[in-house]
């Protein structure tokens, strides 16, 4: 049974820091490339970053780029997501979700959610 869940959310301040984790089992996760998807109150789900699998070439939103880095440990089934210099516009449910074969994220965790205020 393929899982995914998200954790290390929680409250921080502008220009705080806040690493968030993804544990995954029921598949091999070495091989296939992993998301970060946020949704912030009110909106759509915004696409965050991507680390595909086989070259390890990452990926970002620009809302995102510089502040943000995905990582992942293949050994620990893990991904992360290190964020840094937090703002408000920040705040929402982040998601980690698989890619798979056709390129569709067709599995993704409940979500953790980040909120960045003073």
């Known amino acids: 049974q393929v899982q995914v869940a998200e954790s290390g959310g929680g409250r921080v301040q502008p220009g705080g820091f806040l690493t968030l984790a993804c544990t995954a089992s029921g598949f091999t996760f070495s091989g296939h490339d992993m998301s970060w998807v946020r949704q912030a109150p009110g909106k759509g789900p915004e696409w965050v970053s991507v680390?595909?699998?086989?070259?390890?070439?990452?990926y970002y939103a620009d809302s995102v780029k510089g502040r943000f880095t995905i990582s992942r440990d293949n050994a620990k089934n893990t991904l992360y997501l290190q964020m840094s210099s937090l703002k408000p516009e920040d705040t929402a449910l982040y998601y980690c979700?698989?890619?798979?074969?056709?390129?569709?994220?067709?599995?993704w965790g409940q979500g953790t959610q980040v909120t960045v205020s003073s």
């Open positions: 979700a698989r890619r798979g074969s056709w390129g569709e994220y067709d599995y």
């Open positions: 680390l595909e699998h086989g070259t390890g070439t990452t």
